[in-house]
């Protein structure tokens, strides 16, 4: 038998190489219908964060107790108002106008009014005085195509034109000139006119309305509070202020005005509303709803830690939570943990219970679990305490 050529043997063991690699990477064994295995990390597909389930409600006492809730209605400022507004189209210091066979200058100017303009235009006045003329003709002024006025005005004398609202468009043409000075071939024509004005008077109703919503757990809501803080108040009229729909306020507020009410606010979306009498402007820098309701007394509050094999080995862990209010004179808190098995184990609260603070507590391997963990929360003494921000970490 002759001699393997080299290249043969080197393309034979590239052949078995590519084999062993394809057998290592393959989902499915050459031999065999199992699966193959891959080693993986163990933490693939695994997190520390354990599943928690936390009741409706937050509150865990001995006895009933009154909660109350700031809602903020606006922290910037806003107008409530009925005024009349006043804004200038025109506003010439001096101006002459002639009309003659070969001379003639005219004063024309085009403005716009927008939709709601349009609709709280409540006058608007043409005003002016004549310097000198030669009174050959009389002043003329026409708006949009239609003469609105037409006089003599003698010198030193003032005019003043009342235009129409009805007459206004939303695009607005003034035209200033004088009448024709006729047979005087030698001059046209003339006036003088200084401090031409035309100024317009808007009137309308700025109201405001503001939305804030109740829980179920809040309800029902024995009295509510409005706190309204303003910065200025034009005029002497009266604000109103309303609760969905009922009046809660009609009269002149204070800078700083509480409005207290019963019985209006409800579960769900309820609405305070604003408006002024005519004349009068309010500009509020903020303003706020406090509620207040009772407690019921509540002996336990559970928290729900569903632990898997993994997370379990992680194991001692830590509790967290926060105290967000205390109520009465409590003298301790009692956390308690039942494992998957029913056995309970007292855990260890670590922390000043104090309001707005952070508590620690231990959770040792032997007093949990796989599976579902109760913690169970009560309170000593006369009083409560409300529970949040629940957190473990592994």
């Known amino acids: 038998m002759g001699k393997v050529p080299i290249f043969t043997r080197v393309f034979i063991v590239g052949i078995l190489l590519f084999f062993g690699f394809f057998l290592l990477l393959s989902d499915t064994e050459f031999f065999g219908e199992g699966p193959s295995y891959r080693f993986v990390p163990t933490t693939r597909n695994r997190t520390t964060e354990p599943e928690i ?16 809730r700031h809602i903020t209605l606006s922290r910037k400022p806003f107008q409530v108002s009925y005024i009349t507004e006043k804004k200038s189209f025109v506003d010439l210091e001096k101006v002459v106008i002639e009309n003659g066979l070969f001379t003639t200058n005219e004063y024309q100017r085009v403005f716009s009014l927008n939709e709601d303009e349009l609709k709280k235009l409540s006058s608007a006045t043409l005003t002016g005085e004549v310097e000198d003329t030669n009174l ?58 200084k401090n031409l004005q035309l100024k317009s008077d808007f009137t309308g109703e700025v109201s405001q309305s503001f939305d804030f919503h109740v829980k179920e757990e809040e309800t029902p809501v024995k009295l509510a509070r409005v706190i309204l803080k303003f910065d200025e108040i034009k005029g002497d009229g009266k604000l109103f202020v309303s609760v969905n729909g009922e009046q809660v306020f009609n009269g002149t507020p204070n800078l700083i005005q509480w409005i207290e009410f019963e ?9 305070v509303g604003m408006v002024s009498e005519r004349g009068t402007e309010f500009t509020v ?27 379990y080995r992680q194991l001692p862990g830590e509790i967290r939570f926060k105290i967000q209010k205390i109520f009465g004179t409590p003298t301790s808190l009692v956390a308690t943990i039942e494992n998957p098995d029913g056995e309970r184990h007292s855990l260890v609260v670590q922390g000043v219970l104090e309001k ?13 679990g796989v599976g579902r963990n ?17 957190h473990v970490s592994l």
Do not use: C
């Open 53 to 68: 389930t936390i009741p409706e409600g937050d509150f865990v006492g001995t006895k009933e107790v009154e909660d109350l």
């Open 136 to 193: 050959y003709g009389r002043i003329l002024v026409g708006l949009n195509g239609e003469t609105i006025y037409s006089r003599y005005v003698s010198p030193g004398e003032n005019f003043e034109v009342f235009l129409n609202r009805s007459v206004f468009q939303s695009r607005n043409e003034l035209l200033l000139t004088a009448e024709s000075s006729g047979w005087r071939l030698w001059a046209p024509t003339v006036y003088h006119i």
């Open 263 to 271: 019985n209006l606010a409800t579960e769900g979306k309820n609405t």
């Open 285 to 311: 820098r903020d303003a706020e709803v406090i509620i207040f309701w009772d407690r019921e007394a509540r002996e336990n509050l559970e928290m729900t830690i569903n632990l898997d094999t993994f997370q």
């Open 356 to 368: 707005d603070k952070t508590i620690e507590v231990e959770l040792p391997e032997e007093y949990a």
């Open 374 to 390: 109760k913690v169970i929360f009560s309170v000593t003494g006369s009083g409560g305490y409300t529970i949040s921000d629940f």
